[in-house]
């Protein structure tokens, strides 16, 4: 059987630094409360008239590419993970694909928000191991910041999220990358972190735009507590799930770098596992939460850093709107 490694790591975040104080005069929020929840500093928001969702993916892309020494005429593949897409369909793999300028390889988008980069990294490694192509562009990417409700009813959520786009370029190698990858989801929980429209379960009158008196459907309706709970639970064990399986202990991480949802979910998982400041990666304080686009972002920030060395044992671990949940294990090479 083959293996998959990632040979280059690239992200892209939007100019435009959104602080807490700026969105503090948006809605009744502040600073202190923003920080001692969520631990973020700023986002960033894009510049509509310049940014999508696949040419930020396309600039993470061509820093990726550069990283790893390789062509955009090297990608046979595109897995790209977002629950952002530029259309309702198609899904942007098709728009970065003629982005970059690559005439007819093939694109699968994956939906499974903040675990979407770990699904997506996953799906391209068992193409890899089924010898189906040899370079796939894995990519995690969201704009956020259009779809928030900057008043204070959304404040909850608002103060969450923010935009970016980060890529990876999964080739097929003879050493051991991708040790393994977890996947989850557990479908009860579905309406606890979820946009409802525009979804196919309304009636014909309803999902004609122009009946849908209440828009708030369209914005991010979050259990905030309810997730959290679930994530601290998850992470833990999608994390030990993927030791276990490798016989490997927490001893053995090198650098885990979870999903930034939330400073304090990774700092409980920290705790729980022990792990020294410099064993955890975060950058939520700078980026907010972009979803599908945060591991990749971090992972592509940490190796540009010079914190993931040859050898080391990288942990993924993502929980989110599903719910889902997942990890990977990942020998550098
Ligand atoms: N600024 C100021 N006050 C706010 C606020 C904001 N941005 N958002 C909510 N509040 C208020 C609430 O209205 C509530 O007021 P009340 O007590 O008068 O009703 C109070 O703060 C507490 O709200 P609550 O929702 O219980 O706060 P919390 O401690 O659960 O923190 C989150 C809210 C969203 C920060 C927290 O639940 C969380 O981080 N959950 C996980 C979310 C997450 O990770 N999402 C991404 C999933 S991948």
Known sequence: ??????VGLGHYVPERVVTNEELSGMMDTNNE???????????RFIDPAKDTVANMAAKATHMALE??????????????????????FPGSGVLLQRELGLESIGALDIRN????????????????????????LV??????????????RGRNTAVIFGDGAGAAILQASDHKGVLSTHLHSDGRFAEELYVKDPGSSRPHAERQPEQILDTSSFKVHMNGSMVFKHAVVRFSEVIMEALEKN???KDDIDLLIPHQANLRISQFIQK????????????IMRYGNTTAGSIPIAMSEAFGEGKIKPNDLICLAAFGSGFTWASALIRWS
């Open 1 to 6: 059987m083959l293996n998959s490694k990632i």
């Open 33 to 43: 409360w923003i920080i001692e929840r969520t631990g973020i500093e700023q986002r």
């Open 67 to 88: 990283r790893a020494n390789l062509e955009v005429s090297d990608i046979d593949f595109i897995v790209f993970a977002t629950i952002t897409p530029d259309y309702f």
């Open 113 to 136: 928000a903040c675990s979407g980069f770990i699904y997506a990294l996953s799906t391209a490694d068992a193409f890899i191991k089924t010898g189906m192509y040899k370079t796939i």
């Open 139 to 152: 990519i995690g990417a969201e704009i956020q910041s259009t779809a928030l409700d900057l008043t204070t």
């Open 247 to 249: 016989n490997l202990t």
């Open 272 to 283: 729980k596992f022990e792990l020294a400041d410099d064993k955890v990666y975060n950058n």
